[in-house]
């Protein structure tokens, strides 16, 4: 098909445009495409909501940065952690992240990552090693200030008296050691004492499955208050106490961690007394420090995210905020 002359010049310029040619002579050619970060990610386990939105904030952060996630769920096992990273090293990743389900065992396997040059930057809970080579920085909340924030709470809402019953998260994991070991330690010199501690591994069920081997074990009135490490097992006590006939929040004071919005929803209508934040929406603040760590930029050894408190007068006016 022969094309007119007057349309041909206007198919010419477009066809140069396209080409590049009818680029204005001061037009910067586009800087070099950024390396495509490839992250291996340890994560701990899939054991509840906090767990569910701290996975989904990391691969929708991956999606939008455009970095390649090699993504394992570890079941709460550290030899599937461990196997993990190995996996990773093997793969010649750019960084390593792990979320570690306990503090203690991690020095052989950093070791070997150490060897093979390639960063490891710990998110969410942090571990015990003599040789601070072995990562390159934390990033997290920090348990000790939340252990702290419940039991002050509890100390100026019961003037300082009152039985405890502890729902534990995972043994051996640096939160159930933190905000166990910064409550217990806030609290003395009060009248408050921990009459019980059990470990409901931050499950819901489990914190079930205490909350109902504690209301055979104690009556009501042999204890005043219900210390969970995180919101999960408080809804799954606060099932078991209404199954018992009990009034949670009126009964029973009932005081947690983590911040889900369906803990916090629960505070709206008093069945928990307070709950401090711990956020699990890390992956933007996370992929920072591993581009900074990678681009061999300093980055602090440690970096908190801030938590809030959430007690009936301003859980209403936060609920409908909450984004996990
Ligand atoms: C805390 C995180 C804990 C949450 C639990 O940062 O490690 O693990 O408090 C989760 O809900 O299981």
Same mark, same amino acid.
């Given at each position: 098909m022969k094309i007119k002359p007057t349309v041909q010049f206007p198919i010419l310029l477009v066809g140069l445009m396209l080409a590049g040619c009818g680029k204005s002579p001061d037009a910067t050619s586009a800087p070099a495409a950024a390396k495509q970060l490839t992250i291996g990610f340890a994560q701990e386990g899939a054991? *509840? +909501?906090? $767990? =569910? =939105? *701290? %996975? @989904? #904030? /990391?691969?929708?952060? =991956?999606?939008k940065r455009g970095i390649n996630l090699k993504f394992s769920e570890a079941q709460g096992k550290e030899e599937n952690q461990i196997s993990a990273v190995k996996s990773f090293i093997a793969q010649h990743v750019d960084a390593i992240v792990i979320a570690p389900v306990v503090e203690t065992g991690w020095e052989p396997v950093l070791k070997e990552a150490r060897d093979a040059k390639i960063p490891v930057i710990l998110s969410d809970r942090s571990i015990k090693v003599d040789d601070d080579t072995l990562y390159a920085c934390f990033v997290g909340s920090d348990f000790k200030k939340e252990g702290q924030m419940v039991a002050d709470w509890v100390v100026k809402h019961t003037g300082g008296k009152g039985r405890i019953l502890e729902l534990l998260g995972t043994p051996g994991s640096a939160p159930a050691n933190d905000r166990h070991n910064s409550f217990a330690d806030a &609290?003395?010199? %009060?009248?408050? %004492? &921990?009459?019980? #501690?059990? #470990?409901?591994? /931050?499950? $819901?069920?489990g914190g079930k499955v205490v909350?109902? +081997? /504690?209301?055979?074990?104690?009556k009501k009135g042999d204890f005043d208050i219900v210390y969970s490490h995180n919101d999960d097992m408080a809804i799954g006590a606060i099932q078991a106490i209404e199954e018992a006939g009990l009034k949670p929040g009126t009964d029973i004071m009932i005081v947690s961690i983590d911040g889900l919005k369906e803990a916090v929803q @629960?505070? !709206?209508?008093?069945? &928990?007394?307070? !709950?401090?934040?711990?956020?699990?929406? @890390?992956g933007p603040v996370v992929y920072d420090a591993v581009e900074?760590?990678? @681009?061999?930029q300093k980055v602090p050894r440690l970096s908190y995210n801030p938590d809030e408190l959430f007690d009936a007068t301003n859980a209403k006016a936060a609920v409908a905020s909450r984004q996990y």
């Open positions: 054991e *509840n +909501a906090w $767990r =569910a =939105a *701290n %996975t @989904a #904030s /990391f691969k929708a952060e =991956a999606e &609290i003395k010199g %009060t009248n408050l %004492t &921990i009459i019980d #501690s059990q #470990s409901g591994d /931050f499950k $819901r069920d909350m109902e +081997a /504690f209301l055979k074990k104690y @629960a505070i !709206v209508v008093g069945k &928990i007394n307070c !709950v401090v934040e711990c956020n699990p929406l @890390a900074k760590v990678v @681009a061999g």
